[in-house]
Every structure is written in structure tokens, then in C-alpha cells.
């Protein structure tokens, strides 16, 4: 956000700005499918944050419109980048893991992974491309009617209070029952939070831009654990296919104790990140809204 910017007009420079990049990077068919697959999915999380940002202000029908339309692209998206994240996964454990028969398993598994057809059934490379392109335009166009008549603060705390709020409410609910959904919930919500930070990081960089990096550092934690879950659940639906039962739990039983420590780091770097009540945390952000407008 920029000073003399009113939101509505900032918020429309950036969704512009998010969907063009990404479209033309969809379009660049010489870049590998990985990287135009993981930075599509990025700009999709950044515009169904926007959306949250100010969905207090919103119809339900057009906030529902907008983020079905986004979240069914990136979900088209998401079988191409399993395998692909299960590949990069394994090859980074092999990296590390000692037992010699852990590395074994996780060999076996990267040959199962390298066997066409892939896992699973995914939808064709085009096709899912295409429909990204196509949410991606139409969020971009359908933005520039957006419903906000007003501006100031008022239209950005509801929104970024109710974020915040969600992800102590997920914290607590992964750190209690240890559910890899929970997990993911959680992970979701701090991407949101970290994009929404960015869109105000100018009105306070010092505690802003630290609350941004703690938040960058804590999604990479539940990231790769999430990545964990991808590949634990590929492995336990085709167990045949990466060299049998024996292996394939082995295999389990390593990520498993890696998703663990994962999961603890996450869960310190959450409670410090974390530790304000909603209250306190949008009263210091107000005040300094109002400096920096002024």
C-alpha cells in the first residue's frame, strides 16, 4: 500500500499486478511445469487473501464467487504438484537419513515416483493451466467492480483481525489434537496472514516486517510437513508400486518422526509469533495507521 493511495485503488494495483505476473508467467511454455505450477498457486493464495483481507465488506455472493473460482483452479493444480513435491521430497531425505535401510525405502519410492504413468489421476497439464489463466483474468476484471465505496482502516482491521484470530484459533487446535488437517488449516491461514502483512508492511516496517519473516520462517516449517503428509498419504494408497508393505512402512515410520520435530518447531515459533490478543495487536496497527496517514 502505498501513502497517498486510497485502498480500494491500492487493492486493485496489486490484484492487477499478482494475476498479470502470473498469467504471463502460465504462458512462458519454455519455463519448467514445476516452477510455473508452484509460482500460479502462489498468486492464487495472495488474491484469496486479498479477498479475506476485506471480506467483512463483502456480499457473500461475491465473496463465494470469487474464492470458489480461485480455490477450484488451484485445486486442479494440486495433483501435478504432488508428485512433483513427493520427487523433490524424497530426493532431500536421501539426502539425510543414516539407516541404510531407510534410504532403501526411500530409493525404492523414488523409483515408484519415476514410473509413468504418474500417481494417481491427474488432470492434463493444459487443462489445468488454462482454467488457472482463466480465474486468474476473471479475478483481475471482477476486482475492478469491486463493492468498497469506502476507505481508511476500517475497511483493512475487521478482515486482518479475523485472520489473525483464526490462526491462534488453528495453533491451538493443531497443537492439541495433531491432525495433519489441522495442520494444514493452520498453514493455510499463516500464508494468508503473511500476504495480508505485506499489502500494510509500510505503515510499521520495524514490527510488521519482523512479524512477516517470523510468519515466512513458521509456513516453511508447516509447508514441509505438509509436504511430509503428501508424500505419507501417496505411499500409503500405492504401497505396491514403491516396493511393497515392509518398505513403504518404513518409509512411514521415518516421516512420521520427521513430521513430529517439524510440528514442534512450528509450534514454539507459533506461540511467539502469536503471543498478542487480537485486541492488542490491532490497537498497535491502528495507531500507527493513523501516523502514517497523517
Not at 509460482?39 to 463465494?64: E, S, Y
Amino acid at each position: 500500500m502505498r501513502t497517498r493511495e486510497s485502498i480500494p485503488s491500492g487493492l486493485l494495483r496489486i490484484v492487477r499486478s499478482v494475476s498479470q505476473a502470473s498469467v504471463a508467467r502460465i504462458q512462458r511454455t519454455s519455463e519448467d511445469r514445476e516452477s510455473a505450477v508452484h509460482d500460479t498457486r502462489l498468486a492464487i493464495k495472495q488474491l484469496r487473501a486479498l479477498l479475506r483481507l476485506v471480506r467483512p465488506h463483502l456480499t457473500g455472493k461475491f465473496f463465494d464467487a470469487e474464492d470458489v473460482r480461485l480455490r477450484d483452479a488451484a485445486r486442479r493444480l494440486a495433483p501435478l504438484r504432488d508428485v512433483d513435491v513427493a520427487r523433490r521430497t524424497i530426493k532431500t531425505i536421501l539426502g539425510k537419513v543414516k539407516h541404510r535401510k531407510d534410504g532403501e525405502a526411500f530409493e525404492r519410492a523414488l523409483d515408484g515416483f519415476n514410473q509413468e504413468p504418474a500417481v494417481g489421476n491427474q488432470p492434463s497439464a493444459e487443462q489445468a493451466t488454462r482454467l488457472a489463466v482463466q480465474a486468474l483474468e476473471a479475478c483481475a476484471e471482477n476486482w475492478a467492480e469491486f463493492p468498497l465505496s469506502r476507505d481508511g482502516w476500517g475497511i483493512i482491521e475487521p478482515g486482518l483481525r479475523a485472520m489473525y484470530r483464526q490462526n491462534r484459533k488453528w495453533m491451538n487446535r493443531a497443537v492439541e489434537c495433531g491432525d495433519d488437517a489441522a495442520f494444514h488449516g493452520w498453514r493455510k491461514r499463516v500464508k494468508y496472514l503473511g500476504y495480508q502483512f505485506r499489502v500494510i508492511l509500510p505503515l510499521w516496517p520495524g514490527k510488521i516486517g519482523k512479524m512477516e519473516k517470523v510468519l515466512d520462517e513458521l509456513q516453511e516449517l508447516l509447508g514441509a510437513d505438509h509436504d511430509l503428509v503428501i508424500l505419507k498419504g501417496l505411499l500409503h494408497r500405492h504401497p505396491a508400486r514403491f516396493g511393497g508393505r515392509a518398505r513403504t512402512e518404513r518409509a512411514l515410520g521415518y516421516l512420521g518422526r520427521r513430521s513430529r520435530r517439524l510440528r514442534e518447531r512450528s509450534r514454539r515459533l507459533g506461540q511467539d509469533v502469536f503471543h498478542d490478543t487480537p485486541g492488542k495487536l490491532m490497537g498497535k496497527l491502528r495507531a500507527h495507521w493513523k501516523k502514517w496517514r497523517a
